[in-house]
T-cell receptor, first 111, second 115 residues
Framework: DQQVKQNSPSLSVQEGRISILNCDYT??????FLWYKKYPAEGPTFLIS?????DKNEDGRFTVFLNKSAKHLSLHIVPSQPGDSAVYFC??????????FGAGTILRVKS | GAGVSQSPSNKVTEKGKDVELRCDPI?????LYWYRQRLGQGLEFLIY????????KSGLPSDRFSAERTGESVSTLTIQRTQQEDSAVYLC?????????????FGPGTRLLVL
């Protein structure tokens, strides 16, 4: 039962353009959402998060949008840089519960 | 050392042998998680420790898998009678207080290969 789904296994974007990574969830009890970034041979690192009381959170080039009615969130990276090439994991949690991760999306930013 | 550390970084073992993986969380972090990432797949939750509460073992795939944590310090994940399908990167993460929504900080992982 995949409660968090990242339906695009990979995404290729030109340097300087926008990268949009998508994530869907099924559990309506989730109220906190996070994005992690993972380089090869390293553990995932936290990137940005959003609480269900908000619909947008911005941190520099990274913005996360949450659409609760659609149970959908997205991560926008603008402008994309070659160093952004990594695997991006979406994760979700309800209060006091463990994080549930999506399968990840491989982002390749071409220079 | 400020981050989560894991050892060994790589482990090659023969099918049927037991392996023990170690995680040193960030000092003061009460929550500790173990995940597994098989090749080409996402992060799979295994087990969660929160303070002195009973661990959430709901993600352990079989009774060959077990984990221990002493207080709020080191944790060990043990896989008995390893099988080839156990080959994966095993990741440990820790977080500050309540777990769950707190940001988790990951270690570099242990790459396990079962021959």
């Amino acid at each position: 039962d995949q409660q968090v789904k990242q339906n695009s296994p990979s995404l290729s974007v030109q340097e300087g353009r926008i990268s949009i990574l998508n994530c869907d969830y099924t559990n309506s009890m989730f109220d906190y959402f996070l994005w992690y970034k993972k380089y090869p041979a390293e553990g995932p690192t936290f990137l940005i998060s959003i609480s269900s009381i908000k619909d947008k959170n911005e941190d520099g080039r990274f913005t996360v949008f949450l659409n609760k009615s659609a149970k959908h969130l997205s991560l926008h990276i603008v402008p994309s840089q070659p160093g952004d090439s990594a695997v991006y994991f979406c994760a979700a949690t309800g209060y006091g519960n463990k994080l549930v991760f999506g399968a990840g999306t491989i982002l390749r930013v071409k220079s | 050392g400020a981050g989560v550390s894991q050892s060994p970084s790589n482990k090659v073992t023969e099918k049927g042998k037991d392996v023990e993986l170690r995680c040193d969380p960030i000092s003061g972090h009460t929550a500790l998680y173990w995940y597994r990432q098989r090749l080409g797949q996402g992060l799979e939750f295994l087990i969660y420790f929160q303070g002195n509460s009973a661990p959430d073992k709901s993600g352990l795939p079989s009774d060959r898998f077990s984990a221990e944590r002493t207080g709020e310090s080191v944790s060990t994940l043990t896989i008995q009678r390893t099988q080839q399908e156990d080959s994966a990167v095993y990741l440990c993460a820790s977080s500050g207080t309540s777990g769950g929504g707190e940001t988790q900080y990951f270690g570099p992982g242990t790459r396990l290969l079962v021959l």
